[in-house]
């Protein structure tokens, strides 16, 4: 997994059709409907993945050899992927899953700190029980539950006024 760039072979900047032929099935979802079945009680201010933004999403329902939970595409090319350790069943597809030589899943918050240093963005998603470290400019963020990371979330890198307006936003 690359900040920024993508993960395996399903890269920021792909095309719906070369992710569904990556992956071998996915629909478009809409916004709306992301907004109304994966939010649940949160607003769109809260998620960083609306705040980056995006047109519609393929949430990956099925078990699969890549450890991927949703890919996001604005103007018919993704500009988010994010990957998850949840459920349980996984952990095998996971455990090989590197950031840069240092970081995997499971990977304590305090060694994230140590190879990327302190976040631009913190988020407390008490109804998941998780905790959200956004590295805006790098193109990647990691959720931990119980201080070891559980989902990673690759995006492309965040800068300028668009990194300043997020990070106002979470912060009000």
């Known amino acids: 997994m690359k900040p920024g760039s993508g993960f395996e072979n399903l890269k920021i900047g792909d095309s719906f059709e070369s992710v569904r032929e990556t992956l071998g099935f996915g629909k478009k979802k809409t916004y709306e409907k992301y907004l109304a079945d994966e939010l649940f009680d949160r607003e769109p201010g809260e998620a960083l993945e609306c705040l980056i933004g995006f047109d519609y999403y393929m949430k990956i329902e099925y078990l699969v050899t890549l450890p991927i939970l949703y890919v996001y595409f604005k103007d018919d090319k993704v500009i988010q992927i994010k990957s998850t350790s949840f459920p349980?069943?996984?952990?095998p597809i996971c455990e090989d899953v590197v950031i840069g030589d240092d970081l995997k899943f499971w990977s304590g918050v305090d060694k994230m700190h140590a190879v990327l240093g302190k976040e631009d963005?913190?988020?407390n998603e008490d109804y998941l029980i998780l905790e959200t470290f956004?590295?805006?400019?790098?193109?990647i963020a990691f959720s931990a539950r119980?201080?070891?990371?559980?989902?990673?979330?690759?995006?492309r890198p965040v800068t300028g006024s668009e990194k300043s307006k997020i990070i106002d936003e979470l912060q009000n």
């Open 134 to 139: 956004g590295y805006l400019s790098k193109g």
């Open 146 to 155: 119980e201080k070891q990371i559980r989902m990673i979330h690759v995006f």
């Open 88 to 91: 349980e069943y996984y952990n």
């Open 121 to 123: 963005v913190f988020i």
